[in-house]
């Protein structure tokens, strides 16, 4: 598959994987393997640009490709003008029974096309444009008299916000205080009512009181300002959100009563979802299958595991791509390969092109995996940051410089993630290959 990429975007894409760490865009010249999920995915997309709302749940074992799956789905999101969310949910930082926090996560990760983290600001900005230019539209009203495009923009506002008012007020009443501040040039009080609506907790009273709000975000309210959020977005010209729970699967590890209360809050956001509540939301969560299918995950409730029930067979070319589950099947060596062959490309040096062959490629993949103990679906981060870093950069700058010669791949513990030290080991692994 032959991907149009910029110069800029090859050489972010090669610094990240220089670093080990998934690149931020140009994800589709290196998806190997997720053909498949295109069409249904896209189908997917498209209903809730349309207004209806997805769930769908990602499996795969570590290093399966979870979080790069999401983000090329973030990317394919993005480019239908959805905004996008990647919450990374863990015990103490984003605990998924605290509602709130995930919220607060949720807008601090927001992302559009045009904006990086956090697009918030830049959203309510553009709602607030859009109000404008929507009371100016039909021409009754002058664009140099202030006065009569203000009178026109509350009266606007408050159409817009008239199903938020009733569910979520709060919300309603800090968009109006936002607006009025942005039109007064109230700085001050227009961060503080921002960083309200995002969640955050310890804003200043007198930013509040401006707007008539008490206190901070709870559990309670905090669906309700997604919902909020999604008429926002809506509003200032994105259809919807993708919103990612990332790594769910670390509720096995919380305390018994924590993870009860963080799978029914999965379970009630679920039927939230497949109630068409949230119009405009793509909801996908990631985990391992000891998640979905163990005594300490999703089995755990049996109204949560009757929802999210999938059957997978031995094949997974067979699997259904409309189901609420997703298998990763995760890497061979053969797409090792394939992937090294665009990483390659992408990083657009005639030596490198010249002298890194198909051959070594597949030389260095197996070096790799058999270093992580064979475990294929460990390999692909190490492997790539190795290839680009240790090779592709060498090759690049000294001309008499041999991969076959002059490497010899070496594996450092304070490099490998936990999941690869595992695979590996705590020593250093000298393999000549």
């Known amino acids: 598959m032959t991907v149009e990429i910029s110069a800029r975007r090859r050489r972010d894409i090669v ?5 080990g760490v998934v690149p931020s865009n140009g994800l589709d010249a290196l998806a190997v393997g997720l053909d498949r999920f295109i069409a249904a995915l896209d189908d997917d997309l498209d209903r809730v640009v349309g207004g209806g709302s997805v769930f769908k ?29 990647e919450v990374q949910i863990s015990e103490l930082e984003t605990p998924l029974h605290r509602m709130e926090t995930v919220y607060r996560r949720l807008v601090e990760h927001l992302s559009t096309e045009q904006f990086t983290p956090s697009a918030f600001r830049p ?53 109006r205080g936002y607006r009025s501040a942005i039109a007064a040039g109230d700085h001050g009080t227009a961060d503080g009512l921002a960083a309200w609506l995002g969640g955050q907790p310890h804003v200043a009273a007198s930013a509040r009181r401006a707007a008539g709000v008490k206190g901070d975000l709870d559990h309670f309210a905090a669906l309700s ?30 305390r018994s009563d924590a993870r009860d209360k963080a799978l029914n809050s999965l379970r009630q956001l679920i039927d939230e979802v497949h109630a068409d509540r949230f119009p405009g939301l793509m ?9 979905f299918d163990g005594p300490q995950g999703v089995q755990r409730l049996a ?46 040096s005639a030596q490198v092109g010249a002298r890194v062959d198909d051959d070594y490629l597949r030389l260095l993949a197996r070096a790799v995996t058999g ?3 064979g475990q294929v679906g460990v390999a692909p981060r190490i492997y790539l940051k190795k290839l680009v870093a240790d090779v592709f950069d060498r ?30 080991s705590a020593d250093d692994i000298e393999l000549p290959i």
């Open 283 to 291: 909801l996908v969560i990631t985990g391992t299958p000891a998640f």
């Open 15 to 19: 610094d990240a994987l220089r670093r």
């Open 371 to 373: 270093a992580l103990a």
């Open 225 to 254: 300002f997604v919902r909020g959020l999604l008429t926002v977005l809506r509003d200032s010209g994105h259809p919807g959100l993708l919103l990612v729970l990332d790594e769910v699967e670390t509720l096995q590890r919380v």
């Open 303 to 348: 109204p949560l595991a009757q929802r999210l029930a999938t059957h997978f067979g031995p094949e997974a070319r067979w699997d259904n791509p409309r189901a609420a589950q997703l298998r990763l099947p995760g890497f061979t060596v053969d797409a090792l390969v394939e992937l090294g062959g665009r990483v390659r490309d992408i990083y657009g």
């Open 57 to 85: 749940a990602v499996r795969g074992e570590y290093g399966a490709g979870k979080t790069f799956f999401t983000r090329w789905l973030a990317e394919r999101a993005k480019r239908r003008g959805l905004a996008a969310a």
């Open 395 to 424: 090759v690049d700058q000294f001309a008499d410089w041999d991969p076959r010669q002059h490497y010899e791949l070496t594996l450092r513990a304070d490099e490998l993630t936990a999941v690869e030290r595992n695979a590996a």
């Open 123 to 175: 959203v309510l900005d553009g709602w607030i444009y859009a109000l404008e230019e929507d009371a100016l539209a039909d021409g009754a009203i002058a664009e140099d008299d202030a006065e009569a495009l203000d009178r026109a923009v509350a009266e606007l506002l408050e159409r817009r916000l008239g199903d938020i008012s009733r569910s979520t007020p709060g919300f309603a009443a800090a968009l």
